[in-house]
């Protein structure tokens, strides 16, 4: 499986990005794909959950309300559409995907995904 992130750049706050991630070969359908980001000095975080099969999204909670990830399966793409963009959302954005079905307590981990992009830049500043 590859995984490539796309839609990352400078943005000013208030703005707004969306971020693609295609995945092949894939069906959607059966994995759950995540978006995580890490900032400079911190420590990589999930930010954002699909899991299409049983029509879950999850959202950590700096990010709810503002972000929307999205599914295309023609395009085996996920979106994160990122509203209202701070300057503490920059970050380098990476996809994860899993085959397995992973739940609310696990989405987050990053040891539970096996494939991951090689990540986009998002730089919110004025």
């Known amino acids: 499986v590859q995984v490539v992130e796309s839609g990352g750049g400078l943005v000013q706050p208030g703005g707004s990005l969306r971020l693609a991630c295609l995945i092949s070969?894939?069906?959607?359908?059966?994995?759950?794909i995540s978006w995580f980001r890490q900032a400079p000095g911190k420590e990589r975080e999930g930010v954002s959950c699909?899991?299409?099969?049983?029509?879950?999204?999850w959202y950590t909670n700096s990010v709810r309300g503002r972000f929307t990830i999205s599914r295309d399966n023609a395009k085996r793409t996920v979106y994160l559409q990122m509203d209202s963009l701070k300057p503490e959302d920059t970050a380098v954005y990476y996809c994860?995907?899993?085959?397995?079905?992973?739940?609310?307590?696990?989405?987050?981990?990053?040891?539970?995904?096996?494939?991951w992009g090689q990540g986009t830049p998002v730089t919110v500043s004025s």
């Open positions: 070969p894939a069906t959607l359908e059966s994995y759950t």
């Open positions: 994860a995907v899993e085959p397995r079905g992973l739940i609310l307590s696990t989405w987050s981990r990053e040891s539970e995904y096996t494939y």
């Open positions: 699909i899991r299409p099969r049983v029509n879950s999204k």
